[in-house]
């Protein structure tokens, strides 16, 4: 801890005197909002004159404030995010009132800004990664593609709105004579049928080695 009892008996100064300075702590690059300090440290020298500068991953922009939480290996390892996550596993990070995903920050440090309507996808899939290295753009569909090819999404008769097992599904496909007596016999609308068939419906699973 450091004291900075001095700038509390400092005279104040103007209204808008601090607007675009920085806090006076040493390694602290939040905004500051009294007495050349950021409101945390604001408040912990008023409560006891001294305020803490050995707490990296709470003070600065999110882009200085990464680093603290990352677990940083081998280049081609995940790199594994330390710090708060949500439901799913990815990390975030507090920025004023705004959570940022890390995973999306870090690709945003080392490649630049996202395209519009794109997400991050993991190439490792695991959501706590931020290694950049594993980190890449896409569409939603691509993103879901994703799920399906590492096995973290339902398909085909696993699915919950699934309507025919796989083995009716296989059988459709290995039927021969008209559509419409295919689809009598196996209790589904023609164009049910045409679709199974086409693959635009119960698309067949790629084994990935």
């Known amino acids: ?117 794109h997400l991050v996808r993991h190439s490792c899939h695991t959501p706590g990664c931020v290694n950049p290295g594993h980190l890449s753009t896409g569409t939603h569909f691509d993103n879901a593609m994703d799920k399906v090819m590492a096995g973290r999404a339902p398909v085909n008769e696993a699915h919950a709105n699934c309507k025919f097992s796989d083995e009716v599904v296989a059988a459709v496909r290995a039927a021969t004579g008209k559509r419409k007596d295919i689809a009598k016999h196996f209790g589904m609308s023609e164009s049910q049928v045409g679709n199974i068939r086409s693959g635009a419906q119960r698309r067949p699973v790629v084994e990935v080695a």
């Open 1 to 117: 801890m450091s004291d900075y009892t001095s700038f509390l008996q400092a005279p104040r100064v103007r209204k808008g005197a601090l607007k675009g300075l920085c806090c006076v702590v040493a390694s602290c690059a939040e905004v500051a909002h009294a007495r050349a300090m950021c409101k945390r440290h604001y408040g912990q020298a008023i409560r006891g004159g001294e305020v803490r500068t050995d707490r990296r991953g709470m003070h600065g922009t999110p882009a200085q404030r990464f680093w603290h939480w990352v677990d940083k290996g081998a280049p081609d390892a995940c790199w594994l995010w330390q710090g708060k996550t949500d439901k799913d596993g990815y990390g975030t990070l507090k920025d004023g009132p705004k959570l940022l995903r890390a995973h999306r920050l870090s690709f945003e440090m080392h490649k630049g800004e996202i395209p519009a309507g």
